[in-house]
């Protein structure tokens, strides 16, 4: 079993709509979760990260987590042409290593 | 100058042939990674280091070795290269439990 899973898309969104990435996880004891966002062709970088059950918000960007259904999702609000790029949802399991595993991505295209 | 520099940027070698990718930080990091990504399968981790005397390999170490010659710097080695290593490498380092920082990729093509 895959331990993170996304929507490989694409996803198409209208510019100014809510776009929502969602992102499911195997292991139980899973601690901290990531979302990252990645250009073609350029290396990811990390837009958010939740530790906890509940919203996170910055900016635009709304993290979300339920660690009882093993799911985290990622709202991008007023999207914008300059967020069309693939995102990453990265989880550090539980247990000693702390090891980051990410889902293969999901591609955002943003239309004008 | 970036965090997390990898070179060389793009390589083309031969069938065969033996290849180092090299990655240097200045971060301070103990931790650090190599990481293949390919379309249709995400990134996936090669070796990892969570300080000089610890090595551990990832989910794709077969083909590969590394080597940790100092807290900084952290190099993979493909001993004979094969076509279906041709890929997109990252090197990425972290503190404990961390945000993960990437370097700019090799873009690795085996001929």
């Known amino acids: 079993q895959k331990e993170v899973e996304q929507n490989s898309g694409p996803l198409s969104v209208p510019e100014g709509a809510i776009a929502s990435l969602n992102c499911t996880y195997s292991d139980r004891g899973s601690q901290s979760f990531f979302w990252y966002r990645q250009y073609s062709g350029k290396s990811p970088e990390l837009i958010m990260f939740?530790?906890?059950?509940g919203d996170k918000e910055d900016g635009r960007f709304t993290a979300q987590l339920n660690k009882a259904s093993q799911y985290v999702s990622l709202l991008i609000r007023d999207s914008q042409p300059s967020d069309s790029a693939t995102y990453l949802c990265?989880?550090?399991?539980?247990?000693?290593?702390?090891?980051?595993?990410f889902g293969k991505g999901t591609l955002l295209t943003v239309n004008p | 100058d970036a965090d997390v520099t990898q070179t060389p940027r793009n390589r083309i070698t031969k069938t065969g042939k033996r290849i180092m990718l090299e990655c240097s930080q200045t971060k301070g990091h103990d931790r650090m990674y190599w990481y293949r990504q390919d379309p249709g399968l995400g990134l996936r981790l090669i070796y990892y280091?969570?300080?000089?005397?610890?090595?551990n390999k990832g989910e794709i170490s077969d083909g590969y070795s590394v080597s940790r010659q100092a807290q900084a710097k952290f190099s993979l080695s493909l001993e004979s290269a094969i076509p279906n290593q041709t890929a997109l490498y990252f090197c990425?380092?972290?503190?404990?439990?961390?945000?993960?920082?990437f370097g700019s990729g090799t873009r690795l093509t085996v001929v």
């Open positions: 990425a380092t972290s503190d404990f439990g961390g945000e993960v920082f």
């Open positions: 990265a989880v550090i399991a539980g247990g000693s290593n702390y090891k980051l595993t």
């Open positions: 280091s969570f300080d000089v005397k610890d090595i």
């Open positions: 939740i530790y906890s059950n």
